[in-house]
């Protein structure tokens, strides 16, 4: 075999051609996952990461959609990931609700959960919910209800020791001497989570969960899929733009996937995801598409509250993008926090710099 040549690269090009290796025709896409920085970072106590894990299954010929809902499980079952899935952080009356979505390229179908409560592993449902029925989202006790029919073990409680005494620290500082009116009660409670998060006490990124995963395999195939815990301490139902199609994750088999993490609340406004795609189809590289997304909810963002000191907007986005010929990007309002994305190919996982729209912070 040449020595430049991968073994995959062989067996790619070698199947093309037949068994010999002299009349090589490179051919195919590059496969590739990306994900946000849960997809590399966290690994629930064992080797891999859920990118590697994809990359993994998918380059062994398993589906697409299947390797990286596989994929995603390992983070939403580890509990120190206080973002998604077991131990993410509770709603304002300290119980875990969770939101998935995934979206299949060859079979163009999609399948999504909102607040459901009691299962660890939402994207398993998502997928559920593609497979089995003729709909694309089930919410609440009727999501939960279809999961325990599927199989899919419920638990009575998602809390961690870790997720509860952030949940109680979040409630002694609205609370001190019961509640203000509703809507200072909300506006109380997302500065006291902000100030967590200022405080070191939360990571921003987990303050609104999620991870977002997609991949394209050798044969242009491509999948996706997002899940979270949502919001930290969200009013009871919540749904951000995780679950939503369009939103949280969507995907073109014939053009590319692209998925979020961040404020879903401006996202869900321009269906930043379903923006991408139509960018990607354009002929955009992922990260020109990605950024017009930004500039989209830049120019969208117009109430004070939602704007910091220096008038640009208060919080952060991110948008993780792949195209069919394998090209991808992570781009961000901001790069900071967490400023990296998790990419998998043939040389392994590695983490990439997010590119930012506007310098410094939220
Ligand atoms: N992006 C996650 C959420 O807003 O729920």
Known sequence: MPSKLSRRQFLTTSAVVGASPTLIVPQGVKPVVISDVSGIRFKNGGPVSSIEKAFELMTRGTRVIDSVVAGVQIPENDPEETGIGYGGLPNAEGVVQLDACCMDGPTKRAGGVAAIEGVRTPSVVAKAVMENTDHHLLVGEGAQKFARLMGVPIEADLNT???????????????????LDPEKRAEEGYRAGLSMVADGLIAEDHFWGTTNCSAVNDKGEIAGVTTTSGLSFKIPGRTGDSPILGAGLYVDGDVGAAGSTGRGEANLYGLCSFFIVEKLREGLHPKDAGMEALKRVQANTVEKRLLNDRGLPAFNLRFFALNKKGEYAGVAMYASGEAVYGVCTDNGAEERPLEPLLEGGP
């Not at 020791?161 to 609370?175: F, G, H, N």
């Open 161 to 179: 020791e870790k997720s509860r005494s952030l949940w109680l620290e979040w409630k002694r500082r609205i609370d001190p001497s019961h509640y």
